[in-house]
């Protein structure tokens, strides 16, 4: 087996606020990152994926088959966007860099078996990275719970 992991940014914006508490405990929970006027993060996102190497191709994955795949599902409906008001799956949960990871690996895997309708290659794991510090990894059933 081979994995590949093919890299991609885009950039959005959020406040981590949570309608389930009070303001203090807002502030005190999130920090700066309670901001009311939001701030933003220029994300690189890694997505792995792992198969065997195709005798006729060579290849484990179609990397342009991939790109399109991320790009109509994570890039396009984040780039540029407000993730508190601007993408649903955040209208009631908190945008957590942990959160988006569980929601970019459900958005690949959901739509996986249309771009790649065949057993291999699989969707191994994705990984965020916030700031240069802050990475998030989720993989398996890791973005289903």
Request: proline share 6%.
């Amino acid at each position: 087996m081979i994995q590949v992991t093919r890299k991609y940014r885009f950039a959005a914006s959020h406040r981590l606020h949570s309608p389930q508490l009070s303001e203090s405990e807002n502030l005190e929970l999130y920090g700066k990152c309670h901001n009311p006027f939001g701030h933003g993060h220029n994300y690189e996102l890694e997505v792995s994926v792992r198969g065997p190497v195709d005798a006729r191709s060579g290849r484990a994955v179609d990397p342009d088959r991939l790109d399109r795949l991320v790009a109509e599902h994570v890039v396009t409906p984040f780039d540029q966007h407000d993730l508190n008001t601007e993408v649903e799956a955040f209208a009631r949960t908190v945008p957590t860099t942990e959160n988006l990871g569980r929601e970019v690996y459900a958005r690949l895997a959901g739509a996986w078996q249309t771009a790649f309708p065949g057993e291999w290659p699989v969707l191994e794991k994705i990984r965020i990275a916030e700031t240069p510090r802050n990475f998030f990894e989720v993989s398996g059933t890791d973005g289903q719970e």
